[in-house]
C-alpha cells in the first residue's frame, strides 16, 4: 500500500497570503495524484488532477505541482472561501487508491 | 454531468448489518452508468478519508480495503444505475459518514464525482 503523508497538519494563515501544502508518497506515484477541498459538512470536491491540471471551475490561484513522490499544492493568494481541509489522493495503484491525512488552513 | 446520491445510513448497534445506496444520474449523451467504476470512500468524524471498495463498470471486479474485507459486499444494479454496500458484523469503528464517489470518464481516474454522503453510526 503507498502511505501519503501530508504537512504540515495546520497551516495558520491570513486572507491574501500564499499557502503551500505539502504530500509525500512512499513510492513514486508518477503523475497520479489528485487534491481536494473539503468544507465542514461537505463532501470532498476535486481540485487538481494528475498532479497539476486544476478541475473544471477551480480558480488559477490554485495551483499543483510534483511528481514521483513529492507533490505540492500551493494557493498564491488566500481568499476567504479557501479556508478548509485539503487532501491529496493517489490513485496510481489500486486497490487501494489512498489519502493523506489532510492540511487544514485556518485563519490566522 | 454525474450525480450520486445515498441513502440507508442510521444508527445500528455492534454486530448489526445496513445497506447503503448510491443512486447515480448521468447528465451526458456521452456515457451512461455501464460505463463508470465506482468507489465507496467513508470519513470517520473528525478524521480523513478512507477508501472502503471499489466495483469495476461491469461488476466484474471489486476490490476491498483490508479493515472490511469479509464484511461488506459491494454489488450494482446496471439496470437501474444504482450500487449498494452491504455492511454486515459493523463495529464502532464503522461509524463514519459513507461517499460514493467516480471518475470523469474519459478522462482521468480521480474522484471527479462525489455523493453527499450518508451517515452510519454504530453504537450501543
Known amino acids: 500500500e503507498i502511505v501519503m503523508t501530508q504537512s504540515p497538519a495546520t497551516l495558520s494563515l491570513s486572507p491574501g497570503e500564499r499557502a503551500t501544502l505539502s504530500c509525500r508518497a512512499s513510492?513514486?506515484?508518477?503523475?497520479?495524484l489528485a487534491w481536494y477541498q473539503q468544507k465542514p459538512g461537505q463532501a470532498p470536491r476535486l481540485l487538481m488532477h494528475?498532479?497539476?491540471t486544476r478541475a473544471t471551475g477551480v480558480p488559477p490561484r490554485f495551483i499543483g505541482s510534483g511528481s514521483g513522490t513529492e507533490f505540492t499544492l500551493t494557493i498564491t493568494s488566500l481568499q476567504s472561501e479557501d479556508f478548509a481541509t485539503y487532501y491529496c489522493h493517489q490513485y496510481k495503484d489500486r486497490p487501494p487508491v489512498t489519502f493523506g491525512g489532510g492540511t487544514k488552513v485556518e485563519i490566522k | 454531468q454525474v450525480q450520486l446520491v445515498e441513502s440507508g445510513g442510521g444508527l445500528v448497534k455492534p454486530g448489526g448489518s445496513l445497506r447503503l445506496s448510491c443512486e447515480v444520474s448521468?447528465?451526458?449523451?456521452?456515457?451512461?452508468?455501464?460505463?463508470?467504476?465506482i468507489n465507496w470512500v467513508r470519513q470517520a468524524p473528525g478524521k480523513g478519508l478512507e477508501w472502503v471498495a471499489y466495483?469495476?463498470?461491469?461488476?466484474?471486479?471489486?476490490y476491498y480495503a483490508d479493515s472490511v474485507k469479509g464484511r461488506f459486499t459491494i454489488s450494482r444494479d446496471n439496470t437501474r444505475n444504482s450500487l449498494s454496500l452491504q455492511m454486515k458484523t459493523l463495529r464502532a469503528e464503522d461509524t463514519a459518514v459513507y461517499y460514493c464517489?467516480?471518475?470523469?470518464?474519459?478522462?482521468?481516474?480521480?474522484?471527479?464525482?462525489w455523493g453527499q454522503g450518508t451517515m452510519v453510526t454504530v453504537s450501543s
Open positions: 494528475t498532479s497539476s
Open positions: 464517489a467516480t471518475y470523469d470518464y474519459g478522462g482521468h481516474d480521480a474522484f471527479e464525482y
Open positions: 448521468i447528465f451526458t449523451s456521452k456515457s451512461d452508468f455501464n460505463d463508470y467504476y
Open positions: 466495483i469495476s463498470a461491469s461488476g466484474n471486479t471489486i
Open positions: 513510492q513514486s506515484v508518477n503523475r497520479n
